[in-house]
């Protein structure tokens, strides 16, 4: 069974790019067809999906986010990132990696979380 | 994209009580449908996936009934620990979407 954690900044300076890396342990991140993904949940809001990619590359984002955010895997490292730039208040929220059931699109596995704040 | 619609927003209920919560889907989803259970601090927890399989370890008091674009999460028995959050998302296709979420309060 495979755990992520995700590591990155916990403040971010407004207009600037948020920065998360999620690593995955317990399994190889290109030995299947998951579509791996990242969820926010802003302070007293729902859940948000942000976007998703597989170990090829094939992304799917946000259409609200999408020209804003970039998910990369990186199987050399077994990790998977995301990329959100021009980052303002709205954007705080806290940020969690997921891998889905194999070959289906709901999150079996997530990451603990980590809360990035969007303030000068 | 597919909007999803939860309701109600909040319950309040007693341990013991059987409490229903509903999702709607703005479009014909079959029965892609998730429900999660969200407690604070923690990461969200796959309850049911195709709108009524439910995920292993998950106490049989949860069932998950419904297709096209209604569906329900039911607890049947509520306990203590099932004080919580609860989401609903279409699995059916790209962008993914969740439902506001129902948080179901101790009476």
């Known amino acids: 069974q495979s755990q992520l954690q995700e590591s990155g900044p916990g403040l971010v300076k407004p207009s600037e790019t948020l920065s998360l890396t999620c690593t995955v342990s317990g399994g190889s991140i290109s030995n299947s067809g998951h579509y791996w993904g990242w969820i926010r949940q802003p302070p007293g809001k729902g859940l948000e999906w942000i976007g998703s990619?597989?170990?090829?590359?094939?992304?799917y984002y946000n259409p609200s986010l999408k020209s804003r955010v970039t998910i990369s895997v990186d199987t050399s490292r077994n990790q998977f990132s995301l990329i959100l730039s021009s980052v303002t208040a709205a954007d705080t929220a806290v940020y969690y990696c997921?891998?889905?059931?194999?070959?289906?699109?709901?999150?079996?596995?997530w990451g603990q979380g980590t809360l990035v704040t969007v303030s000068s | 994209d597919i909007q999803m619609t939860q309701s109600p927003s909040s319950v309040s209920a007693y341990v013991g009580d059987r409490v229903t919560i509903t999702c709607r889907a703005s479009q014909d989803i079959s029965r892609w449908l998730a429900w999660y259970q969200h407690k604070p601090g923690e990461a969200p927890k796959l309850l049911l996936y195709t709108a009524s399989s439910l995920q292993s370890d998950v106490p049989s008091r949860f069932s998950g009934s419904g297709s096209g674009t209604d569906f329900t999460l039911t607890i049947s028995s509520l306990q203590s620990e099932d004080f919580a959050t609860y989401y609903c998302?279409?699995?059916?296709?790209?962008?993914?979407?969740f439902g506001g979420g129902t948080k179901v309060e101790l009476k």
């Open positions: 998302q279409q699995t059916s296709n790209f962008p993914l979407t």
């Open positions: 997921a891998r889905p059931r194999l070959g289906f699109l709901d999150w079996l596995t």
């Open positions: 990619s597989d170990y090829t590359g094939s992304t």
